[in-house]
């Protein structure tokens, strides 16, 4: 295992994957799976595989903003109308907030005080309630993505695949964690039919 490396690029190299980084090592795998975000995939590739290269330029990304806090201003006013996930329209922002009530999902914070997950935030978070205050790049779902997901899925069912990406952008649906691990379970069953 080799942390903080910068890849530099990933190419077919005969019957096997040549990964090089920054410092002008090369090794060689059976397979390479390449799981980050679309662009940064298509950085890797090499001009010589130019559906790839297509199918990964047709996915863009929103910058967001994510707090995991327990600033009660950014629910609903009323109790009774919190909900799960609750959505916030405003003249005055560009994007949508949504802040998703944690303790109605997971079963551990039932009994702990309110704890959000918000998108977007309208107001900033106290300063003393941030939990975890991030900004992240998301997958935006247009049309063209979704037939850039249609591409993926069918050049990654060519029996000889030995270049797979996965993450939240690679799967059908809503990218959210959970469309990144289907993605991953995907090229996975892939494998494990290939080694078969």
């Known amino acids: 295992m080799r ?15 040549q990964v090089s980084d920054g410092t002008g090592n090369h090794v060689q795998f059976d397979h390479v799976v390449i799981a980050t975000q ?13 559906a790839e290269r297509e199918a990964l330029a047709r996915f863009r990304y929103q910058n ?3 707090v995991v806090h327990e600033d009660l201003r950014l629910a609903p006013v009323q109790r009774s109308d919190w909900a799960p996930v609750n959505f916030v329209l405003s ?16 079963p551990d914070l039932k009994h702990r005080r309110p704890v959000f ?12 309630n941030p939990i975890i205050d991030v900004t992240v790049d998301r997958p935006v779902v247009t049309r063209d993505s ?11 069912q060519a029996q000889d695949r030995k270049i797979w990406f996965c993450g ?8 959210l ?15 494990a039919q290939q080694r078969r």
């Not at 942390?3 to 994957?17: D, F, I, P, T």
């Not at 995939?41 to 595989?49: F, H, V």
């Not at 997950?117 to 003393?128: G, R």
Request: aromatic share 6%; with cysteine; proline share 5%.
């Open 64 to 66: 967001s903003r994510l």
């Open 117 to 128: 997950e918000t998108w977007n935030p309208f107001d900033d978070v106290a300063i003393e």
């Open 168 to 175: 939240s952008y690679a799967e059908r649906g809503i990218p």
């Open 38 to 50: 679309a662009d940064q995939a298509l950085r890797l590739l090499p001009e010589s595989m130019p």
């Open 91 to 106: 003249r005055d922002h560009e994007m949508p907030m949504a802040s998703i009530w944690m303790n109605s999902i997971y």
């Open 3 to 17: 942390c903080n490396v910068e890849l530099k690029n990933v190419a077919h190299r005969g019957r096997s994957v």
């Open 146 to 156: 979704i037939d850039a997901v249609h591409a993926l899925h069918q050049m990654q």
């Open 177 to 191: 964690l959970e469309s990144a691990v289907a993605s991953a379970k995907v090229v996975a069953d892939r494998l």
